[in-house]
Nanobody, 115 residues
């Protein structure tokens, strides 16, 4: 059983920065894909970023150049560094991984960007 716990969300002005944290337990993150998704009110959950190693990652076009996903395998933790935030980035952000054919999600952390 994999458990993911996100934190770090909050209210920030447009142009500001936040760092989200996802702590995993029940399985190592080393060698596994770890991702971030988000869901805005009235919209479907959408992909934000994913990494499968300390140097390999890919991003949604909407966040490329502004967001960076990173990981600390020793702490079993994944981060999402968000900068140049825009009101359109307002959403609940979820951490995700897959194990044994099962998708695991955290409870989410709210990010609100004011204009």
């Amino acid at each position: 059983q994999v458990r993911l716990v996100e934190s770090g969300g909050g209210l920030v002005q447009a142009g500001g920065s936040l760092r989200l944290t996802c702590v995993a337990s029940g399985r190592t993150i080393s060698g596994y894909h770890m991702g971030w998704y988000r869901q805005a009110p009235g919209k479907e959950r959408e992909f934000v970023a994913r990494s499968w190693s300390s140097v390999n990652a890919y991003y949604a076009d909407s966040v490329k150049g502004r967001f960076t996903i990173s990981r600390d395998n020793a702490k079993n933790t994944v981060y999402l560094h968000m900068s140049s935030l825009e009101p359109e980035d307002t959403a609940v952000y979820y951490c995700n991984t897959n194990s044994g054919g099962i998708a695991y999600w955290g409870q989410g952390t709210q990010v609100t960007v004011s204009s």
